[in-house]
């Protein structure tokens, strides 16, 4: 069965130092893999997607994640981080389900970042 | 564009009443529309997939007499939460599926998600 694994519950990063959450996925096939940000009491934003090509996708505010299939991974990276990115970041991959008739999401836990002074 | 609303933002009810939470998307039309819930500080759990003119869909261990879906349109899905109780306070949220340019699903699965429901049952 799919699933999608984010290690760190929490990560606490200086502002202006850079992040990376790291993201595994267990999927058969080729996987559809979303990076999510969810500001407290809000619902999700996509940060980033990747279908196919490209291994390193770019996404909005400043955001990248690297797809390597070979360790099952998508990680999100940024060099620079920002008070403002404090957050929740949620890791997805969309499958196919028999019952929905299309894809749907399955979520990681999420990783909680903190950003100090 | 594909923006999905929610109302309302933040609901406080009695036990034993019904809570009823709409989905809309605003600028576009959405045949299908998800609907999660989330507890504090967990992930997203999929609850239901609602489809325009057709019954939900409900995951395992979702009681469907307890969580009412109805998707009368292509931009209005609602939620009803019959006789809540405390245990159904929640973070509750409803994501859209967008159409491709052909009619034919995104194969990505994307979803543009509501800002969420916060539901409170006293």
């Known amino acids: 069965a799919q699933s999608v694994t984010q290690p760190d519950i929490h990560i606490t990063v200086s502002e202006g130092a850079s992040l990376e959450l790291r993201c595994n996925y267990s999927y058969g096939a080729t996987p559809y893999l979303f990076w999510y940000v969810q500001s407290p009491g809000q619902g999700l934003q996509l940060l980033l997607k990747y279908f196919s090509g490209d291994t390193l996708v770019q996404g909005i505010k400043g955001f990248e994640a690297e797809f390597k299939r070979s360790q099952s991974s998508f990680n999100l990276r940024k060099p620079s981080v920002h008070w403002s990115d404090a957050a929740e970041y949620f890791c997805a991959v969309a499958s196919w389900s028999n019952s929905n008739s299309g894809y749907a999401l399955n979520f990681g836990k999420g990783t909680s970042l903190l950003v100090t002074p | 564009g594909a923006v999905v609303s929610q109302h309302p933002s933040w609901v406080i009810c009695k036990s034993g009443t019904s809570v009823k939470i709409e989905c809309r998307s605003l600028?576009?039309?959405?045949?299908?529309m998800f609907w999660y819930r989330q507890f504090p500080k967990q992930s997203l759990m999929l609850m239901a997939t609602?489809?325009?003119?057709?019954?939900?869909?409900?995951e395992q261990g979702v009681e469907k007499d307890k969580f009412l879906i109805n998707h009368a349109s292509l931009t209005l899905s609602t939620l009803t939460v019959t006789s809540a109780h405390p245990e159904d306070s929640s973070f509750y949220i409803c994501s859209a599926r967008v159409l491709g340019s052909t009619g034919a699903l995104v194969p990505s699965g994307e979803q543009f998600f509501g800002p969420g429901t916060r539901l409170t049952v006293l």
């Open positions: 609602s489809n325009e003119g057709s019954k939900a869909t409900y």
């Open positions: 600028d576009f039309q959405a045949t299908t």
